[in-house]
């Protein structure tokens, strides 16, 4: 819906609850690919998964959180002469008295120990200690372990990178996946154990890798949601209202080990989502929208959950559930706003956790999309301007405007009048249905520019046309 303009300078803002406003350094959108490296994935189609049936008095399992000084204790009924495979995301407690580490155990007397700093094998290889950085948020917002394990051989993966391969000490040893200690506390999540053939290790799955992939943070969630210890949940008749960084024309990449009491709505980009159930799913704004009955969310109301893989782009969107791929498709409308979320929960709650939103840098050696000419702020050789005030109807807490309804921000700053300048800031409206939301922001004069969620106009500015548009 087109809004007339308005002659009144000072009407510059209507149904604007508020706008974040982040001056600086931006990291540059890079691309997508497909290459997931050689981390080990499982895969239900054909893979074998072993369930925890246990863990010790000192350990309570739904996360796994296993007290200071204690060890996990985990039982399964993984055979003694297995090749296996273990991934999940551990967190060490942030003690200062002492410093926080976890042994993982992988065979009888062979396990790895982790602390922020660096690692040791301990009956694995040389046994040195060596300083590492890959472990270096493992008290802030964890790290995903991979382990590969034979009778002979051990192989572990930190977010994606492959930090060592050797073998072991005493080849032959008894299967024994656990925390065999740890010093201040350890939470271990999404934790998987299974054994599977060559197709285990081959998955095209995505998966975060630190080292070559940029990760995006939760920046915030919705009043009705909660985001604490890296646990989303999202009560019933209720969207997340995830809020990232993330471009609005990123190619990207999220996942998340997904549970529902009942039924959920996952969105990828603007007005496209997929409704899962345990029974199946529907597709929501691509060219093959319908249900799909399917077991592949079979076991998503269970504690485990499923783990939930999207790899998005403007064209293009692919789902993975717990390493199978259940979809790749087309979207049916061009150039849709990246919009990853849990856009709603149907009859129940929502719990997601180790979520991963990221983009990629191309290393399978296709070429990238080209770079956006986007300006991007500059320490070195720009000047940066404060906001020195706002006006008496709005606030500016914390790097934050906020600005009520029918008002205008009344930014003040000692930018020079006749200025060539650059202005970046993060705009969220309000969501009133009893009227169109929309916002006027000023950049000269008499000139601004018109923005609601369906299109634009600029005003004083080229042919003031109004353009329907999905970029807002």
């Given at each position: 819906?087109?809004?007339?303009?308005?002659?009144?300078?000072?009407?510059?803002?209507?149904?604007?609850?508020?706008?974040?406003?982040?001056?600086?350094?931006?990291?540059?959108?890079?691309?997508?690919?497909?290459?997931?490296?050689?981390?080990?994935?499982?895969?239900?189609?054909?893979?074998?998964?072993?369930?925890?049936?246990?863990?010790?008095?000192?350990?309570?399992?739904?996360?796994l959180?296993?007290?200071?000084?204690?060890?996990?204790?985990?039982?399964?009924?993984?055979?003694?002469?297995?090749?296996?495979?273990?991934t999940?995301r551990?967190?060490l407690?942030?003690?200062?008295?002492?410093?926080?580490?976890?042994?993982?155990?992988?065979?009888?007397?062979?396990?790895?120990?982790?602390?922020?700093?660096?690692?040791?094998?301990?009956?694995?290889?040389?046994?040195?200690?060596v300083?590492?950085?890959?472990?270096?948020?493992?008290?802030?917002?964890?790290?995903r372990?991979?382990m590969?394990?034979?009778?002979?051989?051990?192989?572990?993966?930190?977010?994606?990178?492959?930090?060592?391969?050797?073998?072991?000490?005493?080849?032959?040893?008894?299967a024994?996946?656990?925390?065999?200690?740890?010093?201040?506390?350890?939470?271990?999540?999404?934790?998987?154990?299974?054994?599977?053939?060559?197709?285990?290790?081959?998955?095209?799955?995505?998966?975060?890798?630190?080292?070559?992939?940029?990760?995006?943070?939760?920046?915030?969630?919705?009043?009705?949601?909660?985001?604490?210890?890296?646990?989303?949940?999202?009560?019933?008749?209720?969207?997340?209202?995830?809020?990232?960084?993330?471009?609005?024309?990123?190619?990207?990449?999220?996942t998340?080990?997904?549970?529902?009491?009942?039924?959920?709505?996952?969105?990828?980009?603007?007005?496209?989502?997929?409704?899962?159930?345990?029974?199946?799913?529907?597709?929501?704004?691509?060219?093959?929208?319908?249900?799909?009955?399917?077991?592949?969310?079979?076991?998503?109301?269970?504690?485990?959950?499923?783990?939930?893989?999207?790899?998005?782009?403007?064209?293009?969107?692919?789902?993975?559930?717990?390493?199978?791929?259940?979809?790749?498709?087309?979207?049916?409308?061009?150039?849709?706003?990246?919009?990853?979320?849990?856009?709603?929960?149907?009859?129940?709650?929502?719990?997601?956790?180790?979520?991963?939103?990221?983009?990629?840098?191309?290393?399978?050696?296709?070429e990238?999309?080209?770079?956006?000419?986007?300006?991007?702020?500059?320490?070195?050789?720009?000047?940066?301007?404060?906001?020195?005030?706002?006006?008496?109807?709005?606030?500016?807490?914390?790097?934050?405007?906020?600005?009520?309804?029918s008002?205008?921000?009344?930014?003040?700053?000692?930018?020079?009048?006749?200025?060539?300048?650059?202005?970046?800031?993060?705009?969220?409206?309000?969501?009133?249905?009893?009227?169109?939301?929309?916002?006027?922001?000023?950049?000269?004069?008499?000139?601004?520019?018109q923005?609601?969620?369906?299109g634009?106009?600029?005003?004083?500015?080229?042919?003031?046309?109004?353009?329907n548009?999905?970029?807002?």
């Amino acid at each position: 819906m087109r809004i007339k303009r308005f002659r009144k300078a000072k009407r510059r803002c209507s149904l604007l609850l508020a706008i974040v406003l982040v001056i600086g350094c931006f990291v540059q959108y890079t691309g997508m690919t497909e290459a997931a490296g050689d981390e080990p994935q499982y895969n239900q189609e054909t893979d074998q998964l072993y369930e925890i049936m246990d863990v010790g008095a000192d350990s309570t399992y739904g996360a796994l959180v296993t007290a200071d000084s204690a060890s996990a204790g985990i039982t399964t009924n993984l055979p003694a002469d297995a090749e296996y495979y273990i991934t999940m995301r551990v967190k060490l407690g942030t003690d200062t008295t002492s410093t926080p580490f976890v042994n993982i155990g992988s065979r009888d007397s062979a396990y790895f120990q982790i602390q922020s700093g660096g690692y040791q094998p301990i009956g694995i290889g040389d046994e040195a200690w060596v300083n590492s950085a890959a472990f270096s948020e493992i008290q802030t917002e964890g790290v995903r372990i991979t382990m590969h394990s034979t009778p002979e051989q051990f192989q572990l993966w930190a977010d994606g990178v492959k930090i060592i391969e050797a073998a072991y000490k005493n080849a032959g040893e008894t299967a024994k996946p656990d925390i065999t200690w740890n010093q201040g506390g350890v939470t271990l999540s999404s934790i998987r154990i299974w054994t599977g053939g060559e197709e285990s290790s081959v998955s095209d799955e995505p998966q975060y890798n630190k080292e070559t992939d940029q990760l995006y943070e939760i920046t915030g969630v919705g009043a009705d949601s909660t985001y604490t210890d890296g646990v989303l949940t999202v009560p019933a008749s209720s969207g997340a209202g995830i809020t990232t960084e993330l471009p609005g024309n990123a190619a990207y990449y999220m996942t998340m080990q997904v549970q529902i009491e009942d039924i959920v709505n996952i969105g990828t980009r603007s007005g496209s989502y997929i409704n899962i159930q345990p029974g199946g799913y529907e597709l929501v704004g691509t060219i093959n929208d319908g249900w799909v009955s399917s077991t592949a969310f079979a076991n998503i109301g269970t504690n485990d959950g499923v783990k939930i893989t999207v790899s998005s782009d403007v064209e293009s969107l692919i789902v993975w559930a717990d390493g199978e791929k259940i979809i790749e498709t087309q979207y049916s409308a061009a150039d849709l706003a990246a919009a990853p979320d849990i856009t709603w929960s149907f009859g129940g709650q929502v719990t997601a956790k180790s979520i991963q939103i990221w983009t990629a840098k191309d290393s399978g050696g296709e070429e990238n999309p080209p770079e956006s000419d986007e300006p991007q702020y500059n320490q070195e050789t720009d000047q940066l301007y404060e906001i020195a005030g706002v006006g008496a109807d709005s606030t500016y807490t914390d790097g934050v405007i906020a600005t009520p309804d029918s008002a205008g921000a009344g930014i003040t700053t000692e930018l020079p009048a006749d200025a060539e300048y650059y202005i970046t800031m993060r705009v969220k409206l309000g969501t009133d249905t009893t009227s169109t939301p929309f916002v006027n922001i000023g950049s000269r004069d008499s000139a601004y520019f018109q923005i609601q969620s369906g299109g634009y106009q600029p005003i004083g500015i080229g042919d003031e046309a109004w353009v329907n548009s999905a970029a807002f």
